[in-house]
């Protein structure tokens, strides 16, 4: 059966939806008359013989459409790369199929290894809805995906984007699960693997529910948008490299559902666990190293948690051909003093340079990932890795890996605080006794993190500090006095984030 098409006259009104495609259309428009359409239906549209699907928002009164004529939001706009007075035409969706599968997942279903294709498929080609999403993570969040689900997941999102080859037998890599703030410690990690000679293409993703991602962290010193090409370049340069992952659709399903997961405050065990070790085979690693941080108010909250984690971790990435080695920490406190992109860029750069005022935690936990990392490359069961990734940080060659893959990305930039600053200080004298990960973080994300680079919080404590009364325990950073305010209210309302006895 031929599809009927309309057409109309496109018209520029620069709304920004973010991702999400529109296509706006006056009610009394004949073709929205002749079809039957009604606001939120998901369609074809196509001008100059480049097609996307997108959602219909219908104009009633007020707007600066005329008859014969209809607009798109300006991600539909640019992905169609369309120009005023173009023609766009409009063709009813085929029925997606796949959205059986997701609607039996919400009634605890299992799905097979075809129905995930299918979901994973028809979300890269964009044919799920923002709402459409949302159905299929809140279905597969919680406890909902078997072993077979989450096998099958991870090898749905491999198989629907792109993935390099490297042509060597081992290529390194790492990832933390998250959930602990400030824990920024791939840049120094991939220095320190890469100057000892080993490959390690470290692609990573944005912020979904916390102040900083690494994507975001690494973006205020050297460009984290790279082509695969340009990545390849900077690998062979450099060994290393540490860029955002999205921008070269390694796993673009992943990227697609981060975006939905990030709105709804949401990282499921299941598709966290696809996501990361899908990423891993699309960049072409063959060994990896998963650090699952455990604490109270961390993402992993007890240590039966972090050996289910680890035991899947294990299980998948042997169905996927990934030699996979969890190391399971601490997760009771921040890590650094930083919390947002600039704040953590700074202690990154603090390590690395090995000054005296460098945090500690953070230069620790560097060297045990990179020291497990080194190990796997080595196959040493003695922990022998640590030293070597020891005398590579102090010596100063881990500070030269990192600039030179700085220089091959497109170079460096010190990273700053934001303008606007308040002090939080202690109201008693006691020790710190505890923080709490998920408020703390909170308060950075009030300020503006991670939209805002050089926002966040900055610790002056840790836990067994001990603190005078009026003694500083941390200083919140905004670009906005409004925005510092906004934060400064949820802190009012807020007691013992810090817990002081």
């Given at each position: 059966?031929e599809?009927?098409?309309?057409s109309?006259?496109?018209?520029?009104?620069?709304?920004?939806?973010?991702?999400?495609?529109?296509?706006?259309?006056?009610?009394?428009?004949?073709?929205?008359?002749?079809?039957?359409?009604?606001?939120?239906?998901?369609?074809?549209?196509?001008?100059?013989?480049?097609?996307?699907?997108?959602?219909?928002?219908?104009?009633?009164?007020?707007?600066?459409?005329?008859?014969?004529?209809?607009?798109?939001?300006?991600?539909?706009?640019?992905?169609?790369?369309?120009?005023?007075?173009?023609?766009?035409?409009?063709?009813?969706?085929?029925?997606?199929?796949?959205?059986?599968?997701?609607?039996?997942?919400?009634?605890?279903?299992?799905?097979?290894?075809?129905?995930?294709?299918?979901?994973?498929?028809?979300?890269?080609?964009?044919?799920?809805?923002?709402?459409?999403?949302?159905?299929?993570?809140?279905?597969?969040?919680?406890?909902n995906?078997?072993?077979?689900?989450?096998?099958?997941?991870?090898?749905?999102?491999?198989?629907?984007?792109?993935?390099?080859?490297?042509?060597?037998?081992?290529?390194?890599?790492k990832?933390?699960?998250?959930?602990?703030?400030?824990?920024?410690?791939?840049?120094?990690?991939?220095?320190?693997?890469?100057?000892?000679?080993?490959?390690?293409?470290?692609t990573?993703?944005?912020?979904?529910?916390?102040?900083?991602?690494?994507?975001?962290?690494?973006?205020t010193?050297?460009?984290?948008?790279?082509?695969?090409?340009?990545?390849?370049?900077?690998?062979?340069?450099?060994?290393?490299?540490?860029?955002?992952?999205?921008?070269?659709?390694?796993?673009?399903?992943?990227?697609?559902?981060?975006?939905?997961?990030?709105?709804?405050?949401?990282?499921?065990?299941?598709?966290?666990i696809?996501?990361?070790?899908?990423?891993?085979?699309?960049?072409?690693?063959?060994?990896?190293?998963?650090?699952?941080?455990?604490?109270?108010?961390?993402?992993?909250?007890?240590?039966?948690?972090?050996?289910?984690?680890?035991?899947?971790?294990?299980?998948?990435?042997?169905?996927?051909?990934?030699?996979?080695?969890?190391?399971?920490?601490?997760?009771?406190?921040?890590?650094?003093?930083?919390?947002?992109?600039?704040?953590?860029?700074?202690?990154?750069?603090?390590?690395?340079?090995?000054?005296?005022n460098?945090?500690?935690?953070?230069?620790?936990?560097?060297?045990?990932?990179?020291?497990?990392?080194?190990?796997?490359?080595?196959?040493?069961?003695?922990?022998?890795?640590?030293?070597?990734?020891?005398?590579?940080?102090e010596?100063?060659?881990?500070?030269?890996?990192?600039?030179?893959?700085?220089?091959?990305?497109?170079?460096?930039?010190?990273?700053?605080?934001?303008k606007?600053?308040?002090?939080?200080?202690?109201?008693?004298?006691?020790?710190?006794?505890?923080?709490?990960?998920?408020?703390?973080?909170k308060i950075?994300?009030?300020?503006?993190?991670?939209?805002?680079h050089?926002?966040?919080?900055?610790?002056?404590?840790?836990?067994?500090?001990?603190?005078?009364?009026?003694?500083?325990?941390?200083?919140i950073?905004?670009?906005?006095?409004?925005?510092?305010?906004?934060?400064?209210?949820?802190?009012?309302?807020?007691?013992?984030?810090?817990?002081?006895?």
């Amino acid at each position: 059966m031929e599809t009927i098409t309309h057409s109309l006259k496109l018209k520029y009104l620069g709304i920004d939806t973010k991702y999400e495609h529109v296509v706006y259309m006056l009610k009394g428009c004949h073709i929205y008359r002749a079809e039957g359409f009604e606001a939120l239906n998901r369609m074809l549209v196509t001008v100059n013989g480049r097609s996307i699907i997108a959602t219909l928002n219908v104009i009633t009164e007020g707007f600066s459409l005329k008859e014969g004529e209809a607009s798109l939001s300006l991600s539909a706009w640019n992905a169609l790369q369309a120009k005023e007075g173009d023609e766009i035409v409009f063709s009813h969706l085929p029925v997606v199929n796949s959205m059986r599968a997701v609607r039996s997942k919400m009634y605890r279903q299992s799905l097979s290894d075809g129905d995930l294709h299918s979901i994973l498929k028809d979300i890269v080609d964009e044919k799920y809805s923002n709402i459409e999403l949302a159905a299929f993570i809140t279905a597969c969040a919680g406890d909902n995906m078997n072993e077979d689900e989450i096998i099958s997941l991870t090898k749905a999102m491999i198989d629907v984007g792109q993935k390099l080859s490297w042509n060597k037998d081992m290529v390194l890599d790492k990832h933390c699960v998250g959930g602990l703030p400030g824990n920024r410690t791939t840049p120094i990690v991939v220095s320190i693997v890469a100057a000892a000679g080993y490959t390690i293409p470290k692609t990573s993703s944005r912020a979904i529910t916390s102040p900083a991602g690494t994507a975001d962290t690494v973006e205020t010193m050297t460009p984290a948008n790279l082509s695969i090409e340009q990545i390849k370049d900077v690998v062979t340069k450099e060994n290393g490299c540490f860029v955002w992952g999205g921008n070269v659709k390694l796993s673009p399903a992943d990227d697609i559902i981060i975006r939905i997961e990030r709105a709804l405050d949401v990282d499921s065990e299941g598709q966290m666990i696809a996501s990361v070790l899908s990423k891993k085979v699309a960049a072409g690693s063959t060994h990896v190293v998963i650090d699952i941080p455990v604490g109270k108010t961390a993402k992993v909250r007890t240590e039966q948690d972090a050996e289910k984690l680890k035991y899947y971790f294990k299980v998948v990435g042997r169905a996927i051909g990934l030699k996979v080695k969890v190391l399971i920490t601490d997760g009771s406190q921040p890590v650094g003093r930083g919390i947002g992109p600039a704040l953590e860029a700074i202690d990154i750069l603090h390590v690395l340079r090995n000054e005296a005022n460098a945090p500690q935690d953070l230069k620790e936990r560097s060297l045990q990932i990179a020291g497990a990392v080194i190990d796997l490359a080595i196959n040493s069961t003695k922990g022998k890795g640590e030293s070597i990734a020891k005398e590579i940080l102090e010596s100063g060659k881990a500070l030269t890996k990192f600039m030179a893959i700085c220089k091959a990305q497109g170079g460096f930039t010190e990273p700053n605080y934001a303008k606007y600053k308040f002090e939080v200080k202690a109201t008693s004298a006691g020790v710190v006794t505890e923080i709490d990960n998920r408020r703390i973080a909170k308060i950075a994300k009030l300020a503006g993190a991670p939209k805002d680079h050089a926002a966040g919080v900055l610790l002056n404590v840790m836990v067994n500090f001990k603190v005078k009364k009026d003694g500083l325990l941390f200083t919140i950073y905004a670009h906005h006095e409004g925005v510092l305010n906004y934060a400064l209210e949820y802190l009012k309302a807020e007691t013992n984030i810090i817990n002081i006895q």
